[in-house]
């Protein structure tokens, strides 16, 4: 026996006895032999006790999009023809320029230029809020079940995560439960308003006793959904210096394929955070469609009341089916399915409307993003076949 093979014999007891954990369902599985190598560069430890995030990305042309809380009609058409109007060969040979969205953008949001930082959509906003203000083994505060990109940069950092989970019977915010977790010594707190998947949140009141209490901390809301809801802490900021609020330009605006987003601070703040930002990582397409996006404002508005009368044709189609929902606050709604979860998504998925999975964070739940009114007739219809 050759030495490579001999030693690989002697590692197999090492390989049954490494373990990972996964995301949905979080689940614990065997490192392959084949990941053990003596020549390979070990990765930090924080990074060995990840779970994996793997979202479902593929399969979904076609089909009637409500899984991922997208737009399900898409952007402004005003975005399209901006872009075709803006690029040009020379255009895409150049690094990005991002004097003029940016001061477009704080004209829209009514910030000043210094106090908005354009991110490559909220996943670096949280990505560079991390990284400027968590070290390792720092206190970090968030939610459970919640958007998974809190908890992923914050083990990535190597912070000590703890998790707050909404309350069970209603999924409502657990403000304070949330309150008595925060500490003197948290550094960080994360928080979806309104929440992702549970589509419940809290009040502007509630988050001004959050960033109290949470004084020492980077408090990111991330109101991804805003839109839907209406409540903002966008304005604190002039007198809140912990305060960090993030935008995406992925849901009302239909913009995900760009992944755009913005993070909102004092100027100070603001100043840290691009130390800790790539130059570049705004590319330039996004940065002109952005601009375009909030031109339209009157496809966003249309858009919206669509998916609030959307929403409530959704609720009565629950009730009619005797289907137990948590009321939302966002442009989707979780129901319980039971232990049926996931065959009803499997089956709706071959009849082409795609619906997202959540029984792995809450039993026999199901998430359905709202469309348009006809988009949710034929979800209601197919759903009532299965039920």
């Not at 929440?195 to 901390?217: D, M, Q, V």
């Not at 590319?283 to 031109?295: D, V």
Request: hydrophobic letters at 40%; glycine letters at 6%.
């Amino acid at each position: 026996m050759g030495y490579a093979a001999s030693l690989r014999q002697s590692l197999r007891w090492r390989g049954q006895r490494v373990w990972r954990r996964t995301r949905a369902p979080r689940r614990y599985e065997p490192v392959p032999e084949t990941a053990i190598s003596l020549n390979a560069p070990k990765p930090r430890e924080a990074v060995q006790r990840m779970a994996p995030y793997s979202p479902p990305t593929g399969g979904r042309a076609g089909k009637l999009r409500l899984d991922f809380n997208e737009n399900t009609v898409g952007c402004s058409p005003r975005v399209i023809e901006y872009l075709k109007e803006k690029l040009s060969v020379g255009e895409l040979a150049i690094y990005p320029e991002y004097l003029d969205t940016r001061r477009e953008l704080a004209e829209f949001f009514r910030v000043a230029t210094t106090e908005l930082l354009l991110t490559n959509g909220t996943d670096e906003a949280i990505q560079v809020l991390v990284n400027t203000y968590v070290d390792d083994d720092d206190h970090v505060v968030v939610l459970r079940p919640s958007y998974a990109m809190y908890r992923f940069y914050a083990e990535v950092a190597g912070a000590s995560v703890q998790e707050i989970d909404y309350r069970r019977d209603d999924l409502s915010f657990p403000l304070e439960e949330l309150l008595d977790a925060i500490q003197p010594s948290t550094r960080a707190v994360a928080i979806a308003n309104p929440n992702n998947p549970t589509g419940t949140g809290t009040t502007l009141a509630g988050i001004e006793r959050i960033l109290k209490k949470a004084a020492n901390a980077a408090v990111l809301i991330d109101e991804a959904y805003f839109e839907f809801s209406g409540v903002t802490a966008l304005k604190l900021i002039e007198t809140t210096p912990n305060l960090f609020v993030s935008r995406t330009f992925s849901k009302v605006y239909g913009m995900a394929a760009m992944r755009f987003g913005c993070l909102f601070s004092q100027s100070a703040n603001i100043a840290w955070l691009h130390k800790a930002q790539s130059p570049y990582s705004v590319n330039t397409l996004a940065a002109i469609a952005a601009r375009a996006a909030i031109r339209d404002r009157e496809y966003v508005e249309n858009f919206v009341r669509e998916v609030l009368a959307a929403r409530e044709l959704v609720y009565v189609g629950f009730r009619k089916l005797g289907i137990r929902y948590y009321p939302s606050q966002a442009n989707f709604v979780l129901f319980e399915a039971g232990e049926r979860a996931i065959p009803i998504r499997d089956e709706l998925r071959n009849r082409g409307v795609l619906v997202r999975d959540r029984s792995y964070e809450i039993r026999g739940c199901v998430r359905v993003t709202i469309g348009t009114r006809q988009q949710m007739e034929r979800f209601l219809t197919e759903l009532e076949r299965l039920w």
